[in-house]
Nanobody, 120 residues
Framework: QVQLVESGGGLVQTGGSLRLSCAAS????????MGWYREAPGKQRELVAA???????NYADSVKGRFTISTDNAKNTVYLQMNSLKPEDTAVYYC??????????????WGQGTQVTVSS
């Protein structure tokens, strides 16, 4: 069974920082990419940042220069360092991974979500 366990959310003031972590248990599957999405009340879930197994990254324009995604491939863990946080960053943040499951092809899995609240 594939599991993604997130941690690191919380309440922070504007301008503060938080670091999210997501540890993936992926059995014998191969990780293609890992990423972070967020969903604010009344809005659709959106990509925040993603990283492929070989280190290519992609960021939403709204977080470029403030957020940094990184991985520890040995631990199948992805991190999101969030600096200069703004109230509009308030959302539930979800960890995501794309796996090569071989017989069943490419599949996407999600964590349970962690709340990030930025107070003004």
């Amino acid at each position: 069974q594939v599991q993604l366990v997130e941690s690191g959310g919380g309440l922070v003031q504007t301008g503060g920082s938080l670091r999210l972590s997501c540890a993936a248990s992926v059995r014998s599957f191969s990780i293609i990419a890992m990423g972070w999405y967020r969903e604010a009340p009344g809005k659709q879930r959106e990509l925040v940042a993603a990283v492929t197994r070989d280190g290519r990254t992609n960021y939403a324009d709204s977080v470029k220069g403030r957020f940094t995604i990184s991985t520890d491939n040995a631990k199948n863990t992805v991190y999101l360092q969030m600096n200069s946080l703004k109230p509009e960053d308030t959302a539930v943040y979800y960890c995501n991974t794309d796996l090569n499951t071989y017989l069943n092809g490419r599949k996407t899995y999600w964590g349970q979500g962690t709340q990030v609240t930025v107070s003004s």
